[in-house]
């Protein structure tokens, strides 16, 4: 056995979990290429890292000039050089690539045999478009999206990660009627506190692992900072930044609203195709998504506007420069309906809202079977009138209200509604 040289230093980086590992690590041993979309720093490279360490193979970015010039001309080539080095080629940032999708083809075709491909482009790169047309059958596609609340907590606090996967598995049950809430509020102090952190700082790795606030707004800064300079000015091109960050001012103090492009046209003196390429720009990188409303009466019920949430709060309160904890902010309301929209999505459902022409409104629908479940998120008070109004007009099994307040399960109808903290999703 050879001696180990006493000036040898060996680091050993400690890995923190995320939900997607499982997903990946069914495809390795595929066939198929696998893509991996996601906004900046949400945690691709550190994936791409972890599943070499686990299965070997060789890491390279396309940040890197030399390694981009020779995968643009000559694709073959670059690949055929990381053939006996594992069987595993992780291709970072390929949005620098210009020809990706068509080089993964001809990389895929030749060498798809014996070498699997893993690859990882920013939000300001649409895998979808500029990819998926050249691998149609070639590819599998994931998304790492900052952390959910539960990666949250298994990165914070694992022993209330445990108890807090009880609770979600339990309210998937209820929602789908099929089990009953057996817990109770637990170590209550401490999820609110690690809600609140959650909902002021949200969920970007790096921001994530400091515990220094002065250094989570600083790595906040510098990630919007990043974003206008790299994905904004440099991949989409846009130059007009002041108009562009007028317009996320004016989105981020409007979250949780119906979204109406005309009012942001006059409100800003921007005209309609240059709102709707920037909203087109903000949906793609990952910074805004807009949730459709629920509709099933063409004649009461409205079927087109959409309203605005923020893919990650942290990142939301960054562009307005806002920290505050929730009980001094106007806002606190919207950051939790925001917070619930992001668990509901990361718990595989796609919510709606419901509105109707006489303004009666349910912050979210989602649908379970066929079924309709509505869901009120609250800050202080008690549900309003248009919760009523569709619980009564759809009769549904189930339904959620997230408050401060009650905790248990009461029956409207033929409705069983299920009260709970705003950390209990």
Not at 15 to 33: C, F, H
Not at 102 to 111: A, F
Request: neutral net charge; charged residues 25%; aromatic residues 14%.
């Amino acid at each position: 056995m050879g001696l180990i040289s006493p000036n040898l230093i060996i680091v050993f980086v400690e890995y923190y979990p995320r939900k997607i590992d499982e997903k990946l690590e069914k495809w390795m041993r595929r066939r198929e290429v696998l893509l991996i979309r996601g906004p900046r720093q949400s945690g691709k490279t550190t994936c791409l890292l972890h599943l070499r360490d686990m299965h070997g193979g060789s890491y390279v970015t396309l940040e890197d000039a030399d390694a981009l010039r020779t995968f643009d001309e000559s694709p073959k080539e670059f690949a055929s050089r990381y053939l006996d080095r594992g069987g595993i080629l992780y291709l970072d940032e390929v949005q620098y690539s210009k020809n990706a999708g068509k080089n993964l083809k001809l990389i895929y075709d030749t060498y798809g045999d014996s070498l699997k491909l893993v690859v990882t482009g920013s939000g300001s790169f649409d895998v979808k478009v500029q990819v998926g047309g050249y691998l149609v059958g070639r590819a599998a596609y994931f998304e790492l999206l900052p952390l959910s609340f539960g990666e949250f907590l298994l990165w914070r606090s694992p022993d209330l990660s445990k108890l807090f996967e009880t609770w979600r598995r339990e309210v998937k049950g209820f929602i789908s009627g099929s089990g009953r809430i057996e817990s109770s509020p637990a170590f209550q102090n401490e999820f609110r506190a690690l809600l609140e952190e959650f909902v002021v700082y949200g969920g970007f790795p790096a921001i994530v692992k400091e515990n220094d606030p002065e250094f989570k707004r600083e790595l906040l800064s510098n990630l919007v900072r990043t974003y206008l300079e790299r994905d904004v000015f440099f991949f989409f091109n846009i130059r007009e930044m002041e108009k562009f960050r007028s317009l996320l001012t004016y989105l981020s103090l409007s979250a949780g609203s119906m979204l109406q492009v005309s009012s942001v046209i006059s409100d800003l003196r921007m005209d309609f195709r240059t709102v709707e390429n920037y909203l087109s720009v903000l949906s793609n990188t990952y910074v805004t998504m807009l949730i459709p409303p629920y509709h099933t009466n063409p004649v009461t019920e409205l079927k087109k506007t959409r309203k605005l949430y923020f893919v990650d709060t942290g990142l939301r309160n960054a562009l307005l420069e806002n920290y505050l904890p929730l009980q001094n902010r106007t806002d606190g309301g919207v950051l939790l309906e925001n917070f619930v929209l992001n668990e509901l999505r990361d718990m595989g459902f796609s919510p709606k809202y419901w509105r109707t022409t006489s303004k009666a409104e349910v912050d979210f629908i989602i649908e379970v079977d066929g079924n309709p479940v509505p869901i009120e998120v609250k800050s202080r008070g008690k549900e309003q009138r248009g919760f009523y109004r569709f619980v009564e007009s759809y009769s549904p099994k189930t339904a959620l209200v997230f408050t401060e307040g009650d905790f248990g399960v009461k029956s409207a109808g033929k409705t069983k509604i299920l009260y709970l903290p705003h950390y209990f999703v």
